[in-house]
Nanobody, 120 residues
Framework: QVQLVESGGGLVQAGGSLRLSCAAS????????LGWFRQPPGKEREFVSG???????EYTESVKGRFTISRDNGKNTVYLQMNRLKSEDTAVYYC??????????????WGQGTQVTVSS
């Protein structure tokens, strides 16, 4: 069964840090981009960051300089280190994947989501 399983969400104070992990399993992910979307309360889901199997990285503007994405191809795992968190980062964070180097708005596979809550 091909699946993405996220972990690492939680409650943190503004200015703090969290690290999300997403373990991909069920097939090889060589040639697939892995990344993150988020859905804030009452808003639509939005792209956060993606990393291809060759290391091409993209971030949405609002997280540049605060979030760092990385990937362990041997473990088929993608990480999102989130620093200097703000209340507007509060959202359900979803891992996603598709073939290629960038994530579209309709990835092939989604994780179940993990809640990140930043208190001000």
């Amino acid at each position: 069964q091909v699946q993405l399983v996220e972990s690492g969400g939680g409650l943190v104070q503004a200015g703090g840090s969290l690290r999300l992990s997403c373990a991909a399993s069920g097939r090889t992910f060589r040639g697939y981009v892995l990344g993150w979307f988020r859905q804030p309360p009452g808003k639509e889901r939005e792209f956060v960051s993606g990393i291809s199997s060759s290391g091409i990285i993209e971030y949405t503007e609002s997280v540049k300089g605060r979030f760092t994405i990385s990937r362990d191809n041997g473990k088929n795992t993608v990480y999102l280190q989130m620093n200097r968190l703000k209340s507007e980062d509060t959202a359900v964070y979803y891992c996603a994947t598709q073939f290629g180097t960038t994530l579209s708005n309709e990835p092939e596979l989604w994780g179940q989501g993990t809640q990140v809550t930043v208190s001000s």
